[in-house]
């Protein structure tokens, strides 16, 4: 069961089920964290080693997100070895497609496996989840035929071309409340983040086998103030398919240290300092990069300024992000995301289409509400608005427009490229309801709607 708070708050007190506790008296998750994900699909059947005499050798390279070269012919059909050797940052297979396989090959590791060679040829691809369409395929041809047809690798590589159709038969939504977290008590904080590939109903009627972290999507938000120092433990489970990593754009570190990728079984230390005060984004930057943000890997770091930020009445945290979807119950589609005209299925808030339609974010008249905005993309601005309302206060990406400013001047919108955060506060004066929106009106209707409701929501009592 996904947690029923969106925006993890941390205290001392909680312990993560599942993982190790971090040292005494550090701040931690205070949610009650889901269960274990379930035993994942290999990314790849094992197939059975061809045997008899071996006709030659055939030696490929992975690279990040292709094979070196791409094509192979061959004098005869019959039984070659075909030996992989590892070269990248990310772990891969060659899984051809009668389904034999190397099996998992981490960078810098050789492994090879026999294969028999139609005369119509044979191909591969490797089918860690994605690599495919990020155009990780090749093929063998034997002398006087072509390679074979298809991409090998069953169903676990790629996403869907065609529409994708809903699900009358889907699980329900689970809601992620808006609230945003509290600040994390003190200057040093030990955090752990565990990485669960899962099934997760995105909008009503559709499924996707997402990418998180902690088990919501977006992520759980970590807020704290500049100054402090964080300590994140990254876990990716033997139960996951797929290296995953982190990449804090609050931090300052080398992209080739802490950001690098972990496969399942391992986990890594990231540490950084609030060094600047903002709305941030962190996010999977395992490659393709876009693949993984895009199937749920992204969340928000808010950090205030030392001093803090001025009381409010209520506090909300609201991520946009957008879904190409893949088959039911799979993962996203890369090619649909990759497309040069981005043409997103949804675009919700906090990662399901519509949920604050179905349920109003409940405010009480006159107060004074402060909005966290993260638009994590990955490709789609956003023009972030409450209609009824005006910004009195706008912080954009450390630009100020503050209340008793000269002119008395406000905002309508707060606009957002991929990547960016801002702050915003308003105050709802009478009964009603009040939509948030990105003002990119072609996209309310797909999932990018919500309602506020200060209090009964009727403006006629």
Excluded at 149 to 176: I, K, R
Excluded at 182 to 206: Q, R, S, W
Excluded at 211 to 218: A, M, Q, S
Aim: hydrophobic share 40%.
């Amino acid at each position: 069961m996904l947690p029923r708070r969106l925006l993890g708050i941390f205290m001392v007190s909680a312990v993560l089920a599942g993982a190790c506790a971090p040292a005494t008296g550090a701040p931690t998750w205070t949610y009650t964290p889901g269960k274990a994900a379930a035993a994942a699909t290999p990314a790849a059947s094992q197939g059975q080693t061809a045997s008899g005499d071996v006709l030659g050798t055939l030696e490929v390279r992975a690279v990040d997100l292709g094979f070196e070269p791409k094509s192979f012919s061959v004098t005869k059909a019959g039984r070659y070895e075909v030996k992989l050797t590892n070269s990248g940052a990310i772990a891969h297979y060659v899984t051809f497609s009668n389904g034999t396989t190397t099996g998992l090959v981490k960078p810098s590791e050789t492994k090879s496996v026999t294969v028999d060679v139609p005369s119509g040829g044979i191909s591969f691809i490797c089918s860690v989840p994605g690599h495919a369409d990020a155009g990780m395929k090749a093929s063998i041809t034997a002398a006087g035929g072509t390679a074979a047809g298809g991409e090998g690798g069953g169903s676990t590589g790629g996403g869907a071309t065609a529409e994708v159709q809903p699900d009358p038969n889907a699980p329900a939504y689970v809601l992620n409340p808006a609230a945003a977290p509290a600040l994390l008590p003190g200057t040093t904080h030990d955090i752990v983040i565990n990485i669960e590939e899962k099934a997760m109903t995105v909008a009503n009627g559709f499924v996707q086998k997402v990418w998180t972290f902690e088990g919501t999507v977006p992520g759980p938000v970590i807020r704290v103030k500049v100054g402090d120092k964080v300590r994140i433990t990254l876990k990716n489970p033997t139960s996951n398919a797929v290296p995953h990593s982190i990449d804090f754009h609050s931090s300052q570190v080398a992209w080739n240290d802490e950001m690098t990728s972990i496969n399942p079984g391992e986990e890594k230390i990231y540490e950084w300092r609030a060094d600047y005060a903002g709305v941030w984004m962190y996010h999977c930057g395992t490659a393709p990069a876009l693949h993984h943000i895009a199937n749920g890997m992204f969340g928000m770091v808010i950090v205030e300024p030392k001093e803090g930020l001025p009381p409010v009445d209520a506090e909300f945290a609201v991520v946009q992000s957008e879904w190409y979807l893949g088959p039911q119950g799979q993962i996203s589609s890369l090619a649909k995301a990759a497309a040069a005209a981005p043409a997103p299925d949804f675009v919700v808030f906090n990662g399901i289409a519509n949920q604050y339609k179905d349920n109003p974010i409940k405010v009480a008249t006159g107060a004074r509400v402060r909005v966290f905005v993260l638009n994590a993309g990955p490709s789609i601005d956003s023009s972030f608005h409450v209609v009824g309302t005006i910004f009195s206060s706008v912080i954009k990406e450390g630009i100020s427009l503050l209340p008793g400013n000269s002119g008395n001047w406000g905002a309508q919108a707060m606009d957002l490229s991929p990547a960016q955060g801002g702050i915003v506060e308003f105050v709802m004066p009478e009964d009603g309801l009040y939509p948030m929106v990105t003002h990119a009106f072609n996209l309310v209707g797909r999932g990018a709607l919500g309602l506020f409701q200060a209090g009964d929501g009727n403006p006629k009592n």
